[in-house]
């Protein structure tokens, strides 16, 4: 059976951990409320454990929630990964155009009065998503190889055009737009470590452990062997995350809950204008699900580390710009694993009986 075969029937084969992931994700994430609000000690303990802007907790996290994801790429098929040139141009459209346009109009829109968090929406809608993406991919049942391969293509282009688009959309198109004009200062070198710590660790990690366990294995011995163990880490490594994020954070949407809320509201609708809009136009391009849902995920995804590292280093932790920028996770978690059932839905409305 091929991998995507196992995909398709993967949903039939769930255990009662993967079919109510969608509620232990909500419950951590109350959990993480709970003990934030509740110790604010311990809080203050998880926050200490931080080099710089990154905390080492939610770093660890990430990475190990990334691991199982590229371990299970096939590197060997990515040259064939983009022979659709007609959908690998949607994926860039979308992710370099479509989406830092319309979380700007999003922002301004809603956020106008406010334009320190104004600012902090926009550079989220900038920073495209080369970390939990993965995850929500793999948990849609989307193609391992072509999200590996659009993260991937994501991560150069966010070093190089990340530091000239917060210049242009903050301090050109936002005043045209109305708002006030913003100077961000960031460097080539500073977006390049965050791709390396969240992209090059479990790439490298998980190509190696792929490389190894194939030869020793064989492809066959390998799917069916070290692929279920690995497996299990990412909804374990998930629910650590976001109870360690929450945790981090519950204080403050305890005392800032209308500040949060307003910062939620563009978020929230951007998530699902992309989502459902580039899943439709990669549907409409002749997509399979697998691909639709890579392309609908890289869509819709930011990078938040990126965001807070240069929202905190320009503006300074204490800022309405690293405010948004932390918020920006908190709301993208809850969204996008309620978009993963979205996107089941559409696979049965869209695909199912037609492959």
Known sequence: MSPSENRKGAASGLGLWDRLLTLWIFLAMGAGIAIGAAFPGFSEVLGGLSVGTTNVPIAVG??????????????????????????????????????????????????????????????????????????????????????????????????????????????????????????????????????????????AAGALTRHLGVRALGEEGYARRVVPRISKITPAALIFTIVVMFSLKGGMIATLPYDVARIAVPLIAYFCIMFFASSWLAHRAGADYPRMASVAF??????????????????????????????????????????????????????????
């Open 62 to 203: 990430l990475v190990l929630m990334m691991y199982s994801p590229l371990a299970k790429v096939r590197y060997s098929e990515m040259p064939k990964v983009f022979a659709d040139k007609k959908l690998l141009a949607l994926s860039l459209l979308l992710n370099w155009v479509v989406g830092p346009l319309l979380m700007l109009a999003l922002a301004v829109l809603f956020l106008a009065d406010m334009p320190e968090y104004m600012a902090g929406v926009v550079m989220i809608g900038l920073a495209r998503c080369i970390a939990m993406v993965l995850v929500w991919n793999e948990l849609a049942g989307g193609s391992s190889e072509y999200a590996a391969g659009l993260v991937a293509l994501n991560a150069v282009f966010q070093v190089l055009l990340y530091g000239p688009m917060a210049w242009l959309f903050l301090s050109v198109l936002a005043p045209a737009l109305g708002a006030r004009a913003v100077a961000v200062d960031v460097s080539m070198w500073q977006i390049a470590q965050g791709v390396l710590v969240y992209l090059g660790v479990p790439m």
């Open 298 to 355: 890289t869509a819709t995804g930011n990078n938040f580390e990126l965001t807070i590292a240069v929202a905190a280093a320009t503006f300074g932790l204490a800022s309405g710009q690293a405010l948004a920028a932390v918020v920006g996770p908190l709301v993208e978690v809850p969204s996008l694993i309620l978009l993963v059932n979205a996107a089941l839905a559409l696979k049965r409305r869209w695909y199912e009986g037609k492959e």
